[in-house]
Structures are given as C-alpha cells and as structure tokens.
C-alpha cells in the first residue's frame, strides 16, 4: 500500500506562503489522484485542492491563493500557499485513494500562521 509523507510546514507570518510536498512511496505519476486536507484544532477535517492527472480542483476558501501541482521527477506533489491568514492555521494532509476505495493519509504537516 502506498505511503505518503508530508513536509514543508512551519510558523508564517500573515500575507506570507509556504509551500508543502507530499512524498509518496510510490511514482506520484501512477496515482490517479492526491488530494490536500487540513484539520484545525476543534474542526473537522475539510478539503482544500485535488489533482487528477488532467485537472485540478479547489475549494473555494483557496481558490487564487492556494495552488496544487506535480513535480514528476521528485515524485511530490506540491502545494503552495500564498496571502496566508491566521484562520488558515491547521495540519495539513495529503491523501490518495487506492485499490478498494480505501483513503490513504500521510502523518501530516503543521501550519502555523502568526505574527
């Protein structure tokens, strides 16, 4: 089963961008699709961006801040996150489904947006 790690977290000042990476133990390429999560404290999990191998999806609460791609040759897919603001403070996840509908999570990356 496909493991996936993510990195890329840290302590951002409001306005500033990070960007994440989720590694996989398998070739990103063969994945038909990796998704990004985020989980605040007290919150429910919710959807941030998707990436098939033909199109990209986004929640609205991201869209012209957020932006989801694939770095073939690192075999990562990325997120960069511009305009930052405490309220997007949270854990951070990627996720992939695999054989059987099974939902695949990676250990996750804090975000921190604070000055």
């Known amino acids: 089963q496909v493991q996936l790690v993510e990195s ?23 994945l038909n699709r990796v998704d990004w999560y985020r989980q605040a404290p007290g919150k ?3 959807f941030i ?3 098939t191998r033909t199109r990209t999806n986004y929640a609205d609460f991201v869209k012209g801040r957020f932006t989801i791609s694939r770095d073939n040759p690192n075999n990562t897919v990325e997120l960069q996150m511009n305009s930052l603001q405490p309220e997007d403070t949270a ?4 996720s ?11 250990q996750g990356t804090q975000v921190t947006v604070s000055s």
């Open 44 to 46: 429910e999990r919710e």
């Open 96 to 106: 992939t489904l695999v054989a059987g509908g099974v939902r695949v999570w990676g």
């Open 8 to 30: 890329g977290g840290g302590l951002v000042q409001p306005g500033g961008s990070l960007r994440l990476s989720c590694g996989a133990s398998e070739r990103i390429f063969n």
């Open 91 to 94: 854990v951070y996840y990627c």
């Open 49 to 51: 961006a998707t990436i």
